[in-house]
C-alpha cells in the first residue's frame, strides 16, 4: 500500500468539507455515473424513450436494451433520492442468451472505471496499535470489514447524535447544511467496528482525539479478482452452497487471539460475498431463484434490512443488489406461494431478446467474432458480405409473435423504425400494448425466440463445415442450414420449432431479395446502382408535377445530401413501369402511393438527409425488376446467360460481374460463386 494513500480522519473530513471527496451511497454513485453522461432521446417500437450513452461506449458495448436501462435508471435515481426502491433489489428476468448477465458486467465494468477517478474513489478505515489494547493476541491492524466508509465512523465517534454533530462542526468547520447532507447517509456502525471503537475509548479515557491515533483512512482496493466493490455470487448446487458464502461465519484463527468471546470481530464476514461489497459497491447475484430456500431467506432480509445479520450482531451495508433469472425458474418460484414476500422485495425487469434487426447486426459481430478466423489448415476464412444481414434477419424473425394486424416482415421492418408499406408504427405500438397484456411472459413482444447463445452455436456449426473450411468463406446461405440444425436440437417446444422454421422460410426470401439487388449491383459494375435507381425514382416523382418543368423534361433540384444543384430528366415510362412492378395499376393508386412517398420523403429527410429508401424492400425489388428486364430483357434472360456460359458473351458477362463482386463489393471467388450460382436457382421465390 503506498503510504500517501493513507490519511488520518481529520484530513479525509476535510477533503469531503472542500469537495475534493465524497460520501454519498451506492445508489447515488451509479445514478451520478450514469446521468453525468450525454442522454439522447429516441423512439423504440413507436415510443419516445431516452438512450444513456454511458451504455454505448467502448468496443464491446450494450446493443439496444432500451426499455431495461430505462427502468433500471428510473430505479437507481428513485433509490439514491430515499424512494422506496433502496429496500429492493433489481431482478432481471427473461430467456437464456439475451444479455442479462452482459447488462450486469457491463455495469460493475463501468462502476469501477467511475470509481477509480481519484475525486470518486471510495475509502474505508482500519484500527491501528491494537497491541497497545491487550486483548487481540497478536492482532495488531483490524480493517473495517464492510469497508465502511470513514465518514460513518466521523458520525458514530460519540454515542449522542447531537454531541457528535456538535463535535464534527467545531472540529472540522462543517456548516450546518453540510451537516444536513453528510447525516441524511446516516448508519450505525458495524457491530465489530463499534466494539473495537468503544474498546479504543475506553482505553483513552474517552478521550476522542486520542483515540483517533488509532484510526487510518484507506482507498478500498478496486480488484475484481477479490470481489471488492462489485462481486458476484453464482448460484450453487444444493449441497455445496450455504448463507456463509453470502454472510461469513465463525473464524477458528481469529478466537485463537481474542480473549472476549463477546467480541464480533470472532466473525469473518469477508468470508462472504456481501460484506465485500457493503463499502458503496454491487452485489450481482446470477439466477437468484436456483438458489435453495434457506438462501433466498437470507437475501430476503439483506434487501429489506440492508444488514448482515449473524447470531443477533448486525453490520449495516451500503450495497446495490441486482439478480438475475431465467423465466422458468422464476415461473416455478413464483407457484411457491409461501415465496411471495421475497418478489415483493424485488424490482422485477422482464428483459426481451433484441427485435431490431439493425441492431441485431452489432450482435451477429459480437458472435463471429472481431479475430480474424482461419479454417483448419491455418488459411484466412472470408466472410461473405450478406452473412451477417442473412443470420440477423433469420433470428429477429423467431423473436417476433405471429399477429392478425402485421405480417412478420411489417413487423420486423417497423421494429427497426423502417417502412412497412401503408402499415404505420403505431400498428406495432398496438399489437406490442397488446401482447404485453398477457400474463404469460413468454406470450409478450420479444420474450422468445433464438437467443444470442443459440446465434453464437450457429457461427460455430458454419465454421466447423467441410464446405466452409474447403471453400475458406463463411458463405451466408450456408447459414440457414446452421440455424436449422440449431433449431432441431435445441429447441425442445414443438409449436416454438415449427414456428422458426416457418421464419427461416422468410428470412430465405428475404436473402434472396438481396441477392437480386447485389447481382444488378455486380451487373451494372458499381456498388450503389441500385440505390441510385431507387433515389432517381423518388425525385422523379417529386418533381413529374414542378411547375418549372420545361418540354425537355428536365428538372432541377437541390440534393439535400451533398447540397448542390442537379439536373435529372424525369422519364414517365420508368415511373409507370416501376408502379407496374408494385401492382398500382389505377391512377388513384398511384397517387396514393407517390403521396405516400412524398411524405416519407419529408419526414426523413429533416432529420436523416443521408435516407435512401433502401429498407423499402417491395420499392427495392421493383426497381431492379425494372431495370433488370429494361437493360438485358428481364432477370431470367440474366439468369440464363449466366448459367449457360456455353458462348462467349455470356461468359464475358459472367467474368465481368465476377471481377466486379470481388473487387467492389467485398466477395471473395468461393462466395461471389457460390452468390451467382444461387441467383440462377429459383429456389426461396416468394
Same mark, same amino acid.
Given at each position: 500500500m503506498n503510504q500517501k494513500r493513507i490519511l488520518n480522519l481529520q484530513d479525509h473530513l476535510s477533503a469531503i468539507k472542500e469537495g475534493k471527496k465524497r460520501y454519498e451511497n451506492a445508489f447515488q454513485g451509479v445514478s451520478r455515473m450514469i446521468l453525468e453522461q450525454d442522454i439522447e432521446k429516441v423512439v423504440v417500437n413507436g415510443k419516445t424513450t431516452y438512450d444513456f450513452k454511458i451504455f454505448r461506449t467502448g468496443k464491446k458495448h450494450i446493443i439496444g436494451l432500451y426499455d431495461e436501462i430505462?427502468?433500471?435508471?428510473?430505479?437507481?435515481?428513485?433509490?439514491?433520492?430515499?424512494?422506496?426502491?433502496?429496500?429492493?433489489?433489481?431482478?432481471?428476468?427473461?430467456?437464456?442468451?439475451?444479455?442479462?448477465?452482459?447488462?450486469?458486467?457491463?455495469? &460493475?465494468?463501468?462502476?469501477?472505471?467511475?470509481?477509480?477517478?481519484?475525486?470518486?474513489?471510495?475509502?474505508?478505515?482500519?484500527?491501528?496499535?491494537?497491541?497497545?489494547?491487550?486483548?487481540?493476541?497478536?492482532?495488531?491492524?483490524?480493517?473495517?470489514?464492510?469497508?465502511?466508509?470513514?465518514?460513518?465512523?466521523?458520525?458514530?465517534?460519540?454515542?449522542?447524535?447531537?454531541?457528535?454533530?456538535?463535535?464534527?462542526?467545531?472540529?472540522?468547520?462543517?456548516?450546518?447544511?453540510?451537516?444536513?447532507?453528510?447525516?441524511?447517509?446516516?448508519?450505525?456502525?458495524?457491530? &465489530?467496528?463499534?466494539?473495537?471503537?468503544?474498546?479504543?475509548?475506553?482505553?483513552?479515557?474517552?478521550?476522542?482525539?486520542?483515540?483517533?491515533?488509532?484510526?487510518?483512512?484507506?482507498?478500498?482496493?478496486?480488484?475484481?479478482?477479490?470481489?471488492?466493490?462489485?462481486g458476484k455470487y453464482p448460484a450453487k448446487d444444493k449441497i455445496t452452497s450455504s448463507a456463509v458464502d453470502l454472510l461469513g461465519e465463525e473464524s477458528i484463527q481469529r478466537l485463537l487471539h481474542i480473549t472476549d468471546t463477546n467480541n464480533p470481530y470472532r466473525f469473518d464476514l469477508r468470508r462472504g460475498a456481501l460484506a465485500r461489497v457493503a463499502g458503496g459497491g454491487i452485489h450481482f447475484s446470477d439466477e437468484i431463484f436456483k438458489n435453495k430456500k434457506d438462501l433466498v431467506q437470507v437475501y430476503l432480509g439483506v434487501i429489506q434490512n440492508r444488514v448482515i445479520e449473524i447470531d443477533g450482531f448486525k453490520w449495516p451495508i451500503d450495497t446495490l443488489i441486482i439478480a438475475t433469472s431465467n423465466n422458468s425458474e422464476f415461473n416455478r418460484f413464483l407457484d411457491e406461494k409461501e415465496e411471495a414476500p421475497i418478489v415483493d422485495r &424485488?424490482?422485477?425487469?422482464?428483459?426481451?431478446?433484441?427485435?431490431? %434487426?439493425q441492431l441485431q447486426e452489432y450482435l451477429t459481430a459480437y458472435a463471429i467474432g472481431s479475430e480474424t478466423k482461419t479454417t483448419f489448415n491455418k488459411e484466412e476464412l472470408h466472410q461473405d458480405p450478406n452473412l451477417n444481414y442473412a443470420t440477423s434477419v433469420a433470428v429477429v424473425l423467431s423473436r417476433l409473435p405471429i399477429s392478425e394486424k402485421l405480417t412478420p416482415v411489417e413487423t420486423m421492418k417497423l421494429a427497426a423504425g423502417e417502412v412497412a408499406g401503408e402499415k404505420s408504427i403505431k400498428t406495432l405500438a398496438e399489437v406490442i400494448d397488446t401482447l404485453n397484456q398477457n400474463p404469460d411472459i413468454t406470450k409478450r413482444f420479444g420474450q422468445k425466440g433464438l437467443g444470442q447463445r443459440n446465434l453464437g452455436r450457429t457461427i460455430q456449426l458454419l465454421v466447423e463445415s467441410s464446405e466452409t473450411n474447403e471453400g475458406k468463406c463463411m458463405f451466408a446461405y450456408d447459414a440457414f442450414k446452421a440455424l436449422e440444425r440449431i433449431v432441431l436440437d435445441y429447441v425442445s417446444d414443438a409449436n416454438d420449432r415449427t414456428k422458426y422454421l416457418e421464419d427461416l422460410k422468410i428470412a430465405k426470401g428475404l436473402?434472396?431479395?438481396?441477392?437480386?439487388?447485389?447481382?444488378?449491383?455486380?451487373?451494372?459494375?458499381?456498388?450503389?446502382?441500385?440505390?441510385?435507381?431507387?433515389?432517381? %425514382?423518388?425525385?422523379?416523382?417529386?418533381?413529374?408535377?414542378?411547375?418549372?418543368?420545361?418540354?425537355?423534361?428536365?428538372?432541377?433540384?437541390?440534393?439535400?445530401?451533398?447540397?448542390?444543384?442537379?439536373?435529372?430528366?424525369?422519364?414517365?415510362?420508368?415511373?409507370?413501369?416501376?408502379?407496374?412492378?408494385?401492382?398500382?395499376?389505377?391512377?388513384?393508386?398511384?397517387?396514393?402511393?407517390?403521396?405516400?412517398?412524398?411524405k416519407i420523403y419529408g419526414q426523413k429527410i429533416s432529420t436523416d438527409p443521408n435516407y435512401d429508401f433502401m429498407d423499402n424492400l417491395e420499392l427495392v425489388k421493383?426497381?431492379?425488376?425494372?431495370?433488370?428486364?429494361?437493360?438485358?430483357?428481364?432477370?431470367?434472360?440474366?439468369?440464363?446467360?449466366?448459367?449457360n456460359r456455353t458462348n462467349e458473351e455470356n461468359q464475358k458477362l459472367y467474368d465481368r460481374m465476377l471481377t466486379t463482386m470481388l473487387n467492389k463489393l467485398g466477395y471473395c471467388r468461393t462466395c461471389a460463386q457460390k452468390t451467382i450460382e444461387y441467383f440462377c436457382t429459383q429456389s426461396d421465390e416468394k
Open positions: 430505462n427502468s433500471f435508471v428510473s430505479y437507481v435515481k428513485d433509490a439514491a433520492e430515499g424512494g422506496s426502491s433502496k429496500e429492493m433489489a433489481y431482478v432481471l428476468v427473461g430467456e437464456p442468451g439475451n444479455g442479462k448477465t452482459f447488462f450486469v458486467e457491463y455495469l &460493475c465494468s463501468k462502476y469501477r472505471q467511475f470509481l477509480a477517478r481519484e475525486e470518486n474513489r471510495k475509502y474505508s478505515f482500519r484500527f491501528t496499535h491494537l497491541d497497545q489494547l491487550g486483548n487481540y493476541g497478536k492482532i495488531n491492524s483490524i480493517e473495517s470489514q464492510t469497508y465502511e466508509d470513514p465518514a460513518v465512523l466521523a458520525m458514530n465517534l460519540t454515542e449522542s447524535q447531537d454531541e457528535n454533530r456538535e463535535l464534527l462542526g467545531k472540529w472540522i468547520g462543517f456548516s450546518d447544511q453540510q451537516l444536513e447532507l453528510l447525516y441524511d447517509n446516516f448508519r450505525p456502525l458495524g457491530a &465489530c467496528s463499534e466494539y473495537i471503537w468503544h474498546d479504543i475509548l475506553n482505553y483513552t479515557n474517552g478521550n476522542v482525539e486520542e483515540a483517533l491515533n488509532f484510526i487510518e483512512v484507506f482507498p478500498v482496493p478496486l480488484m475484481e479478482s477479490m470481489g471488492t466493490i462489485t &424485488c424490482r422485477i425487469s422482464y428483459v426481451s431478446h433484441n427485435t431490431n %434487426y436473402y434472396r431479395e438481396r441477392i437480386m439487388t447485389e447481382m444488378f449491383n455486380a451487373y451494372m459494375d458499381e456498388p450503389f446502382a441500385i440505390r441510385k435507381d431507387v433515389m432517381n %425514382y423518388v425525385n422523379m416523382i417529386i418533381g413529374i408535377d414542378a411547375e418549372n418543368l420545361g418540354p425537355d423534361r428536365m428538372w432541377r433540384y437541390k440534393d439535400p445530401q451533398s447540397g448542390e444543384v442537379k439536373a435529372l430528366k424525369i422519364d414517365e415510362k420508368y415511373v409507370k413501369n416501376v408502379e407496374e412492378r408494385l401492382g398500382l395499376k389505377t391512377i388513384e393508386q398511384r397517387e396514393n402511393f407517390r403521396t405516400s412517398i412524398r421493383a426497381v431492379t425488376d425494372v431495370r433488370l428486364k429494361s437493360d438485358i430483357a428481364g432477370s431470367g434472360s440474366l439468369i440464363g446467360a449466366l448459367a
